[in-house]
């Protein structure tokens, strides 16, 4: 109930929002429509919004039956941690990107989808994939993958009408331009309102969904170790052509994909900063997160982190 609550506010305050936008470009007349579009923006995003992130990222459904043994392994473990997680079984995708990253979406556990990138699932061993996937189905039991979603959607609305306002300016009242100055402001105000919103909400998400997601796993040095593997491929100058072309959806990954972005803690950063959430992780285990190696770029053969047997987990 109080995640339904959450979305219902965050639903309000983007549509309020595009509304005002809307009344600066348009006057009352701006306003009504931006209202009408709002609402069925809001429907659709509703039902809708994890099929239109999907296919953003051309994201492929994969099963049991696929012919790559990598992309077996991976459903398998995914189908095997909801299971333990109490959950329906999700559908499962893959992005053809080579910057390791993941992402869950759908609105209701019952409607639950994860995707994975090529690239993490080629760099990361088993055991690392295994502690991302409970990381992203922690987001699903937790139910925030339906404010997540519809964040994204609407926040890239909110840029999209926002880019329009500075092209076409705007008009009074009575139909009058109202300058090029308020336009400008509305431009460059709105899309930063709007990514101020998907901060708050994601932000918190991932400490709690990191912790969750090692008490599914039972394995919080992998999730740590596969974080610290993440980031410094993506940090490192390899590109999500896709995600630098809707960065509204930049906080729904597990990592920020946006290049050379999100490095501190901080509050224009979609993500905490990764030694904060390594060090939360190792906490759980009593791990000093200094114990734990840099990770090395490409495939290895065991994490970059001390062995932990998961049957040994305070959870298990």
Sequence with gaps: MRNHLRTFMLLAALSALFVGIGYLIGGPTGMAVAFLFA????????????????????????????????????????????????????KIYVIDQDQPNAFATGRDPAHAA???????????????????MAHELAHVKNRDTLTMTVTATIAGAISAL???AFFFGGRDEEGRPTGVIPMIVVALVAPMAAALVQFAISRGREYEADRHGAEISGDPQALASALQKIEAYARGGHFNPDAERNPATAHMFIINPLAGRGGGDNLFSTHPATHNRVAALMQLT???????????????????????????SPWN
């Design 286 to 312: 009593g791990v000093a997160a200094e114990a734990i190696v840099q990770p090395a770029r490409g495939r290895g053969t065991g994490t970059a982190v001390p062995i932990t047997s998961a049957r040994k």
């Design 162 to 164: 926002a880019n329009f």
């Design 114 to 132: 994860v995707a994975a990138t090529r690239g993490l699932l080629r760099m990361l061993d088993r055991r690392e994939i295994r502690g991302v």
């Design 39 to 90: 609402a069925g923006m809001n429907l659709i995003s509703y039902w809708n919004a994890d099929k239109i992130v999907l296919k953003m990222y051309r994201a492929v459904e994969v099963d049991r039956d696929h012919p790559e043994p990598l992309i077996r392994n991976y459903v398998e473990d995914t189908l095997e941690l909801a299971n333990r997680a109490g959950l329906p079984r999700p």
